[in-house]
């Protein structure tokens, strides 16, 4: 590891790194970028609280004024959760939020790379980023799947969020050459649906299988990502009609609105949370429990 980073180890993260026992990485734009306060906060707590359940310590990633946090004690969560204009930081912003002291929460495509990094082989977030709709007119393209090309980590999600062209996104995927996993689930999950995505070549229903799986990739690539789909337990998926529904007319309020860029995905969001009463928003903190624990369950295995 580059000895010049100004990179903060929680002690729990420390001290596990030291017994080399278990860590479950976790990302921050959730809380930064997709929750308000103060269920963010709330949320964080309950999902390191699943991790610790499994035996293994949970290390919630962010960047605080222009240090790089692995692992947040309460009082970091505090400070970053309190931030009035947190960053949204890609993989991309790192250097700068470093060099201008700037604090941020981490995307899935900032905390893949930290992860690899810091040596931490798993890592939960709740749903890809990936190819945006229209993307001929914008080219936007989330670097969050090239950033998990890159890094050695195993990350767990929900799929892909279904404001994008999910298709257009797995096959961006396979070009670059990262395996999505279906676990206990033929087709990729949509987020806030627990199928309709494309169907998966590769999936397992056995935890075992899907183990023993992740290893054999690893040694063959040890420094690429893998991307394991759990679809959010049924009990808690949006009804189809209405994600039909406020998703297209959330599609129809960034239009009119302008809305692009990094801000696109939490104003979709954000928009859908509105539109369904808060039901999405029951959904997301649903499925980042869920992945959670499945990533717990697997870092304590690889
Ligand atoms: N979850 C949210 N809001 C977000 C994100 C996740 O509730 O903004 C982030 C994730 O961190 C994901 C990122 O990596 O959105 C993708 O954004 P973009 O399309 O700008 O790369
Ligand atoms: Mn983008």
Same mark, same amino acid.
């Given at each position: 590891m580059?000895?010049?980073?100004p990179?903060?180890?929680?002690?729990?993260?420390?001290?596990?790194?030291?017994d080399?026992?278990?860590i479950?990485?976790?990302?921050?734009?959730i809380?930064?970028?997709?929750?308000?306060?103060?269920?963010?906060?709330?949320?964080a707590?309950?999902?390191e609280?699943?991790?610790?359940?499994?035996?293994v310590?949970?290390?919630?990633?962010?960047? #605080?004024?222009? /240090?790089i946090?692995i692992g947040?004690t309460?009082e970091k969560?505090?400070?970053?959760?309190?931030? /009035?204009n947190?960053?949204?930081?890609?993989? /991309?912003d790192?250097?700068?939020?470093?060099?201008?002291?700037?604090?941020?929460?981490?995307?899935?495509?900032a905390?893949?790379?930290?992860?690899?990094?810091?040596?931490?082989k798993?890592?939960?977030?709740?749903?890809?980023?990936?190819?945006?709709r229209?993307?001929e007119?914008?080219?936007?393209?989330?670097a969050?799947l090239k950033?998990?090309?890159e890094a050695p980590?195993?990350i767990?999600?929900a799929?892909?969020?279904? #404001?994008?062209?999910?298709?257009?996104?797995?096959e961006?995927?396979?070009?670059?050459?990262?395996?999505?996993?279906?676990?206990?689930?033929k087709?990729?999950?949509?987020?806030?649906?627990?199928?309709?995505?494309?169907?998966?070549d590769?999936?397992?229903d056995?935890?075992?299988q899907?183990?023993?799986?992740?290893k054999?990739?690893?040694?063959l690539?040890?420094?690429?990502?893998?991307?394991?789909?759990?679809? #959010?337990p049924? /009990?808690?998926?949006?009804?189809?009609e209405?994600?039909?529904?406020?998703?297209?007319?959330?599609?129809l309020?960034?239009?009119?609105?302008?809305i692009q860029?990094?801000e696109?995905?939490?104003?979709?969001?954000?928009?859908?949370?509105?539109?369904?009463?808060?039901?999405?928003?029951?959904?997301?903190?649903?499925?980042i429990?869920n992945?959670?624990l499945?990533?717990?369950?697997?870092?304590?295995k690889?």
């Amino acid at each position: 590891m580059k000895q010049d980073l100004p990179l903060i180890f929680s002690p729990e993260v420390k001290k596990a790194i030291q017994d080399k026992s278990p860590i479950l990485g976790l990302e921050s734009t959730i809380i930064t970028h997709g929750m308000p306060f103060p269920t963010n906060l709330e949320t964080a707590k309950l999902t390191e609280g699943i991790a610790l359940k499994q035996g293994v310590t949970p290390a919630t990633i962010a960047v #605080i004024k222009g /240090k790089i946090h692995i692992g947040l004690t309460p009082e970091k969560l505090e400070e970053l959760t309190s931030e /009035k204009n947190p960053l949204k930081l890609s993989r /991309k912003d790192l250097g700068f939020a470093l060099g201008a002291q700037k604090t941020g929460g981490t995307t899935v495509a900032a905390t893949t790379f930290l992860c690899g990094l810091a040596g931490i082989k798993v890592f939960a977030t709740g749903g890809l980023g990936g190819v945006h709709r229209e993307v001929e007119k914008t080219w936007d393209v989330s670097a969050d799947l090239k950033a998990i090309s890159e890094a050695p980590v195993t990350i767990v999600c929900a799929g892909a969020k279904s #404001i994008l062209d999910v298709p257009k996104t797995m096959e961006a995927l396979e070009t670059l050459n990262v395996p999505v996993i279906g676990y206990k689930t033929k087709t990729l999950p949509l987020f806030y649906l627990s199928e309709g995505g494309p169907s998966l070549d590769l999936h397992t229903d056995n935890l075992d299988q899907l183990i023993s799986c992740l290893k054999s990739q690893r040694s063959l690539f040890p420094n690429e990502g893998i991307v394991v789909a759990n679809p #959010i337990p049924k /009990k808690d998926e949006l009804p189809k009609e209405l994600h039909e529904k406020s998703l297209e007319e959330g599609l129809l309020k960034a239009k009119k609105e302008n809305i692009q860029g990094k801000e696109l995905t939490p104003f979709l969001l954000e928009t859908l949370s509105e539109l369904t009463k808060g039901l999405s928003l029951k959904a997301n903190i649903s499925l980042i429990q869920n992945n959670a624990l499945l990533g717990s369950q697997l870092a304590l295995k690889i």
